[in-house]
């Protein structure tokens, strides 16, 4: 039985300004994802603060939306079988040392923080994070 999903996905800072966005949105493609919005935007540290406030008892909340506000990103409405989970697989470990050959954050990562990509983690948050950037 099909049971389709849609979920956010978020091309970060350090993959932006290396030019890698046609790349990555690709590999979802060839993943079988549609890509059914998306849209390059520069968010404020404020609203990073509200976008990531789950983790706003981490230590390193402040570095994550300075980081994630530093520069362009590209965020995209994901549809497939499956997308929240699929997603995170193709993603891979948040960590890129520890993520497994072929996914994303293997391939284009640099470091736990500049890991190139954001995915929602379950089907609760997709909604709320969809809703976070394309709400209309
Ligand atoms: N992060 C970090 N240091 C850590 C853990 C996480 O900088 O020790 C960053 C990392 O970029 C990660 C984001 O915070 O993508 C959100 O953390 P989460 O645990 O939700 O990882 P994700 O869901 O992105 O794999
Ligand atoms: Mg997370």
């Given at each position: 039985?099909s049971n389709?999903?849609?979920?956010?996905?978020?091309i970060?800072?350090?993959?932006?300004?290396?030019?890698l966005?046609?790349q990555?949105?690709?590999?979802?493609?060839?993943?079988?994802?549609?890509?059914?919005?998306?849209k390059k935007?520069?968010i404020?540290?404020?609203?990073?603060?509200?976008f990531y406030?789950?983790?706003?008892?981490k230590?390193?909340?402040?570095?994550?939306c300075?980081y994630l506000?530093s520069?362009p990103?590209?965020?995209?409405?994901?549809?497939?079988?499956?997308a929240?989970?699929?997603?995170?697989?193709?993603?891979g470990?948040?960590n890129?040392k520890?993520?497994?050959?072929?996914?994303?954050?293997?391939k284009y990562?640099?470091?736990i923080?500049?890991?190139?990509v954001?995915?929602?983690d379950?089907?609760?948050?997709?909604?709320?994070?969809l809703?976070?950037?394309?709400?209309?």
């Open positions: 039985m389709i999903q849609h979920t956010l996905s978020i970060k800072p350090d993959a932006v300004e290396r030019n966005q046609d990555i949105k690709n590999e979802f493609k060839n993943h079988g994802f549609q890509i059914l919005e998306e935007i520069h404020s540290k404020e609203e990073a603060e509200r406030k789950i983790h706003e008892s230590p390193f909340y402040n570095d994550l300075a506000s520069g990103i590209v965020v995209m409405k994901l549809q497939k079988d499956n929240v989970i699929e997603n995170r697989k193709l993603m470990a948040t890129p520890d993520a497994e050959e072929g996914t994303l954050r293997k990562g640099i470091s923080d500049k890991n190139s954001h995915g929602s379950s089907v609760e948050n997709a909604k709320i994070e809703e976070f950037f394309f709400k209309n």
